[in-house]
T-cell receptor, first 108, second 113 residues
Framework: EDQVTQSPEALRLQEGESSSLNCSYT??????LFWYRQDPGKGPEFLFT???AGEEKEKERLKATLTKKESFLHITAPKPEDSATYLC?????????FGKGTRLHILP | NAGVTQTPKFQVLKTGQSMTLQCAQD?????MSWYRQDPGMGLRLIHY???????DQGEVPNGYNVSRSTTEDFPLRLLSAAPSQTSVYFC????????????FGPGTRLLVL
């Protein structure tokens, strides 16, 4: 059965303090790993899709990396507007399964 | 280009009532899905569809029905609402292939009394 585990559940950082969020997964035949950002009261917003180990994607202060068992979302010099819940999801066959997310709070 | 739209935005039901949550997309995406989001549980897949006429069950399908008669629409039906179905429901769509991107609707907040 496909599984996605995200850690930590919550993270508080000072503005400018870089860190990483973890997404470990178990899937038979990875066909895509996805990262999303979700603001309170809104639907998830797509950030990245990764397909194979060693792949990296960047967008502003965010960089996503992928290994055979986990993915990391690196946040460099975060700003308060980066505060949100970050969701990881995997596609094995036709299902896209989500982890429970990491709530990130950036203090000014 | 409206993306993914959901109606209604908010609904209150009594136990035992039935209703349909509407979802539509104008991006000609083959794949559509329904999730529910509860505090501490993340997004859980209810049903999904890989194209018109094809649907399948996700992680938590009990108490819900879907159909996909057109590419654009993917309604979710609650057959007999229960308090346990109080949740926020999200519809999503994506195209298969290189650089898949899944777009979500704004959500429907459902309260079952």
């Amino acid at each position: 059965e496909d599984q996605v585990t995200q850690s930590p559940e919550a993270l508080r950082l000072q503005e400018g303090e870089s860190s990483s969020l973890n997404c470990s997964y178990t899937v038979s035949g990875l066909r895509g790993l996805f990262w999303y950002r979700q603001d309170p009261g809104k639907g998830p917003e797509f950030l990245f899709t990764l397909y194979s180990a060693g792949e990296e994607k960047e967008k502003e202060r965010l960089k996503a990396t992928l290994t055979k068992k986990e993915s990391f979302l690196h946040i460099t010099a975060p700003k308060p507007e980066d505060s949100a819940t970050y969701l990881c999801a995997v596609r094995g066959d036709d299902k896209i399964i989500f982890g429970k997310g990491t709530r990130l709070h950036i203090l000014p | 280009n409206a993306g993914v739209t959901q109606t209604p935005k908010f609904q209150v039901l009594k136990t035992g009532q039935s209703m349909t949550l509407q979802c539509a997309q104008d991006m000609n995406h083959e794949y559509m899905s329904w999730y529910r989001q509860d505090p501490g549980m993340g997004l859980r897949l209810i049903h999904y569809s890989v194209g018109a006429g094809i649907t399948d069950q996700g992680e938590v399908p009990n108490g819900y029905n879907v159909s996909r008669s057109t590419t654009e629409d993917f309604p979710l039906r609650l057959l007999s609402a229960a308090p346990s179905q109080t949740s926020v429901y999200f519809c999503a769509s994506s195209s298969w292939g290189v650089q898949e991107t899944q777009y979500f609707g704004p959500g429907t907040r459902l309260l079952v009394l």
